[in-house]
């Protein structure tokens, strides 16, 4: 049973910073691939960012890169998105996501989380 647990979100003025977490059971975290989603209101939920099964490679959408950065730490079977520099566009839903397969975690992961709300005043 893959489960997955999201906190973190809340409210933020822009060009601020938060940090997301994911809380996994310990089989998914050490057999899958992980990362994020995000909806935006009115939008199609998309790819944020994600790393492979044993961490060692990663993958971001660039409307984050050099902002958004994905990590995970296996002690405490969590991975963690540290948010920088947030933009009122990045006001979404945030979904935790896993797969077995790197390729799918970033189009078509088979796990989500519930999701955390993020909002970006301007």
């Known amino acids: 049973q893959v489960q997955l647990k999201e906190s973190g979100g809340e409210l933020v003025q822009a060009g601020g910073s938060l940090r997301l977490s994911c809380a996994a059971s310990?089989?998914?975290?050490?057999?899958?691939?992980m990362g994020w989603f995000r909806q935006a209101p009115g939008k199609e939920r998309e790819f944020v960012a994600a790393?492979?099964?044993?961490?060692?490679?990663?993958a971001y959408a660039d409307s984050v890169k050099g902002r958004f950065t994905i990590s995970r730490d296996y002690s405490k079977n969590t991975v963690y998105l540290q948010m920088n520099s947030l933009k009122p566009d990045d006001t979404a839903v945030y979904y935790c996501?896993?797969?077995?397969?790197?390729?799918?975690?970033?189009?078509?992961?088979?796990?989500w989380g519930q999701g955390t709300q993020v909002t970006v005043s301007s």
């Open positions: 310990e089989r998914t975290f050490s057999s899958y691939a």
């Open positions: 996501v896993a797969d077995r397969f790197f390729s799918e975690v970033r189009k078509s992961p088979d796990y």
């Open positions: 790393f492979t099964n044993y961490g060692d490679g990663f």
